[in-house]
C-alpha cells in the first residue's frame, strides 16, 4: 500500500460534490444515495475490474451508452471533465471501447478485482475517544517553518477550507473536532461520492496524522497544527481493506475539492497501483488524463494541491526503473523514462513536497529531484518524528514526505487567510518566494544552486512570512545573523541587544542556536546575561564529530533583567577544526 513511511506518502481523496450529476447518484439527501448505494450491491461479480473511459467534457452520454453496450456498467461519471468510471467483467472491455466513436482513452485503474465493499459500502466505525493530559509545547518541526511565531500574528481564518484527502479523518478527536466542517467532508472509496455520515472517518492512522499537522486547533491541550484557525473538511479516498488510493477515487477528490471550493489540498499519497504511470501504456495514459483533468478543475475553481514527493530516495528527474508496481498484484521490475510521472504529485499545478530532517538535511528516505521539487518541510527522520493527532484522541510520531507535505498545505493556508483574493498561482508562487533558501549538502545526488535545487526545491517554507511577518516579533525575539569566526582554542562571544522587553526574561527563555563548525566536539556553549551571569548551554563530548549545532535551548533566566545586552559565548577547546557563529536568537 503506499503509506507514508513505507515507499510512497499515502492519503486519501473523495469524490465530487457537484456530484449529483456527475456521480451518477441522484440528487437529494444522504439517505436517498444510501439507499442507491444498496441497491446497486447486486451489481457486482467476481471478476469486476474498474476503468476509466475519457471523452470530450461537457456530456458523457454516448461514452456511457457505449459502456453499456460493451458490457459494462456505469459506476459514476463526471460530465463536467468528460470521464466515466466503468466497471466489467469481461476481459475485452478496454479494447472494445477504445474503438467506440467519441472515446478518446480507456485504461484499467487496478490490476486487482473492484471489492463487493463498493456497491455497498461499509461505514468506518467511530472509535472511543481518550483524553489527554498532554499541553501544547513549541514542537521541532513547528519551530523549524516558524510556525509558533506565525501563531502570534495569525493563526488563519475560519473561511479558509484545507480537504485532507487521505485514510480518512477522526473528527471526534479533541484537537480537530473544533476545526472540522463536516458538511463538506465524504467518502470519495472507489471513485463515487458517499456523503453519509461518518463515511469520512479514518480507517487507518495516516489521514488523522495529517490532519493535525495542518490545523490541530490551539485549544491548550495536546498540539497545535500550523494553521490552527483554519477548517479541515475529510475526503477519505482510501479503500477500507487495502488502504490503496485508485485513480478514481484521486478524481472523485478532486472534483469534490473543486465543487466545494476548498481552499487547498493536501495529498500525502501517490495512485495506485502504479508508482509511475507511462503514456505509452494505454492503461496508464488514460489514468494520467483522468486525473489530470481532475486536477485541473479543482484548481480551476481555486483549489491550490499540495503533495508528497515519495518515500522511496528516488531521483525524480531521472527515472530508470519500477520495481514497486503494480502493488495491487504481484509487482514486476520494468525500465521507465522521465515521461513515466507520480500522481498526482508531477502533474502539472501541484506543489511537489520533499522531506527535511530536524536541521538543513534530506530526510534519508524523501525523494528528490531538480526541477520536480518545489519546496521542503519537516518530514522527521530517525529519532525526531513529526507528532500530531491520531484517532480515538491519541497522539504519536511519523515520517514521511506524507508528514512533510501537510506543513506546506498548512502554510499555503495561512497565505490564502491573509489574501483571500490569492489564486492558486499566487500561492503556489509565494510558497516559492517566500521559502528559506537551503543549499546542497556534501551529496553529488543534490545538483543546482543554494536559491533552487534537486533537494529542496525553492527551500523550507515559512509560516511567519505567509502571514505578513517578515523578521523578528518587536519586543518577543531578537536575532543576529552577523557572522563571528570561531578559531581554534579561542573564545568568542556574538552580542544581542535586547530592548523594549519589560521586567525580568522568562524560566523558558529560548536560545536558537546555528554555528557552523567542521568538528563540533571541540565546543563549549554558554548564555552570558547582561549582568554578566553565564548559564551553561552544551559542552558536547569530545568524540562528537559531527558538523554544526543547529539547536533551540531552554534557559531558566527568570532572575536576570530581560532588557540589556546578551551573548552567546562559544569556546573551541581543540585544534584543526574551526567554524563560525552564522546565526542565532533569543525568544521571550
Not at 157 to 180: C, K, M, W, Y
Request: aromatic share 6%; net charge negative; with cysteine.
Amino acid at each position: 500500500m503506499s503509506v507514508a513511511a513505507v515507499g510512497a506518502a499515502l492519503a486519501l481523496a473523495t469524490p465530487a460534490g457537484a456530484a449529483d450529476v456527475d456521480t451518477g447518484l441522484p440528487p437529494g439527501p444522504a439517505a436517498a444515495r444510501a439507499a442507491t448505494l444498496a441497491q446497486s450491491a447486486a451489481g457486482w461479480a467476481a471478476g469486476t475490474r474498474s476503468y476509466l473511459v475519457i471523452t470530450a467534457p461537457g456530456d458523457t452520454s454516448a461514452a456511457r451508452n457505449a459502456v453499456t453496450t460493451n458490457g459494462g456498467s456505469v459506476f459514476a461519471h463526471y460530465d463536467a471533465i468528460g470521464v466515466v468510471v466503468a466497471h466489467s467483467t469481461s476481459a475485452g472491455f478496454a479494447t472494445a471501447m477504445r474503438s467506440a466513436p467519441g472515446v478518446q482513452k480507456v485504461g484499467a485503474t487496478r490490476t486487482s478485482d473492484v471489492p463487493a465493499d463498493a456497491y455497498s459500502p461499509t461505514l468506518p466505525g467511530a472509535p472511543a475517544q481518550s483524553s489527554t493530559t498532554l499541553t501544547e509545547t513549541a514542537r521541532w518541526d513547528m519551530t523549524r517553518i516558524n510556525a509558533d511565531k506565525a501563531w502570534a500574528v495569525s493563526t488563519g481564518s475560519p473561511a479558509v477550507t484545507v480537504g485532507v484527502l487521505d485514510t480518512g479523518v477522526d473528527e471526534r478527536h479533541q484537537d480537530i473536532a473544533p476545526n472540522f466542517d463536516a458538511a463538506d467532508s465524504v467518502s470519495c472509496a472507489y471513485g463515487k461520492a458517499d456523503a453519509r455520515t461518518g463515511a469520512w472517518r479514518d480507517v487507518g492512522t495516516h489521514g488523522t496524522h495529517v490532519a493535525g499537522t495542518i490545523a490541530a486547533a490551539k485549544n491548550g491541550k495536546g498540539v497545535v497544527g500550523v494553521a490552527p484557525g483554519v477548517k479541515i473538511a475529510s475526503v477519505r479516498i482510501a479503500e477500507p481493506s487495502t488502504s490503496m488510493f485508485f485513480a478514481e477515487n484521486t478524481i472523485c477528490g478532486f472534483m469534490w475539492a473543486g465543487d466545494r471550493g476548498f481552499d487547498v489540498t493536501n495529498n500525502s499519497y501517490y495512485t495506485d497501483p502504479w508508482m509511475f504511470n507511462c503514456p505509452d501504456n494505454p492503461d496508464q495514459a488514460a489514468i494520467i488524463e483522468g486525473v489530470r483533468r481532475a486536477q485541473e478543475y479543482a484548481e480551476g475553481k481555486g483549489s491550490l494541491q499540495v503533495a508528497a514527493a515519495g518515500n522511496s530516495n528516488y531521483d525524480l528527474a531521472n527515472k530508470r526503473t519500477d520495481t514497486e508496481s503494480p502493488n495491487d498484484s504481484t509487482p514486476v521490475s520494468r525500465t521507465i523514462t522521465n515521461a513515466c510521472i507520480d500522481i498526482p504529485t508531477e502533474l502539472p499545478g501541484v506543489v511537489t513536497v520533499a522531506a527535511m530532517g530536524n536541521g538543513n538535511i534530506k530526510a534519508s528516505y524523501s525523494n528528490f529531484g531538480r526541477d520536480v521539487i518545489d519546496v521542503a518541510a519537516p518530514g522527521g527522520d530517525g529519532a525526531y518524528g513529526v507528532y500530531s493527532t491520531l484517532p480515538g484522541g491519541k497522539y504519536g510520531n511519523m515520517n514521511g514526505t506524507s508528514m512533510a507535505s501537510p506543513h506546506v498545505a498548512g502554510v499555503a493556508a495561512l497565505l490564502k487567510s491573509a489574501d483571500p483574493a490569492a489564486t492558486p498561482a499566487d500561492l503556489r508562487a509565494r510558497l516559492g518566494s517566500q521559502a528559506t533558501d537551503t543549499a546542497c549538502p556534501s551529496d553529488s545526488r543534490c545538483t543546482g544552486t543554494t536559491a533552487k535545487n534537486a533537494f529542496f526545491g525553492e527551500g523550507q517554507v515559512d509560516a511567519l512570512k505567509a502571514v505578513g511577518g517578515t523578521g523578528p516579533q518587536p519586543g518577543r525575539y531578537f536575532e543576529t545573523t552577523t557572522d563571528v569566526t570561531v578559531a581554534d582554542n579561542a573564545t568568542v562571544e556574538s552580542p544581542i541587544s535586547v530592548t523594549g522587553v519589560p521586567g525580568n526574561a522568562p524560566a523558558a527563555l529560548k536560545v536558537g542556536v546555528d554555528i557552523k563548525h567542521t568538528y563540533r566536539g571541540d565546543l563549549v556553549l554558554s548564555l552570558v546575561a547582561p549582568d554578566g551571569s553565564v548559564y551553561s548551554l552544551e559542552d558536547f563530548a569530545d568524540s562528537d564529530g559531527a558538523d554544526d549545532v543547529l539547536k533551540t535551548y531552554t534557559v531558566d533566566a527568570s532572575s536576570e533583567t530581560a532588557s540589556g545586552t546578551w551573548k552567546l559565548r562559544v569556546r573551541d577547546i581543540a585544534t584543526q577544526d574551526t567554524g563560525r557563529i552564522n546565526a542565532w536568537n533569543l525568544t521571550f
